[in-house]
């Protein structure tokens, strides 16, 4: 490898010295060598990032599940505070509030955490695009924070709620956003109670008369939110 090296590095410095004008061979590659770099360099400014704290969760190759916080975001990456890192080129699942569902890999590590780079198709890009200018303009536009999630009533609102003891409570969702879901059912159920509706994990947050609202363990992801979701 030494060798190859002090060959490009010697025919580089030939052509320099052997032609002081600049012209001839090292111009030649000095010229080769300028177009990659421009191309490098709109590479990675092509997409913008936005700084907003996001709450989720990864996942890695290992398959465990851990919680984390955006630093900021683009339609190509995502840098992450998070206590788990992972190795560069090592795969993740992310889920995160107002995005959904993401995937990519560790581009590269950071004291605090690491930074990812987005696997997508160019219509999931754009969709995240739009979410991070809706983010990034919230304040400005003055919505309301409890305003964050729409919400829908699904067409299938019968489901079934199991406790971790494995006891199963008949139930109906009265709707849902990409954060959690109101349900209706006979028992009171404690705050903080962990269970799964239909097969979405969630807790209990909040009681009201005759049900409970819950607060999905990982936002839904807004690809498949609609009336005909299925928890």
Known sequence: MASVLGSMAGGIAGGLVGNPAGGGTGRSVLSSLRPLALKAATEQRRHRRVAVALLGRYMLSDRQEYPCQTVDMSPGGVRLTCAVGG??????????EHVGRIEG???RLLPDGFAVA????TRKRDKIASQLTWLANRAVLGLPEDRRHERVVPRQALTTLRLDGGREIAARIVD?????????CEIELPLETSLTVGRTPARVVRQFKGGVAVEFRLPLSPDRFDENLVL
Do not use: D, P, Q
Request: glycine share 8%.
């Open 105 to 107: 890999t560790i581009a």
């Open 176 to 184: 849902i956003s990409l954060s959690g879901a109101a349900v209706s």
């Open 118 to 121: 987005i696997s997508a198709t």
């Open 87 to 96: 190795e560069v080129g090592e795969r993740t699942v992310i889920y995160l």
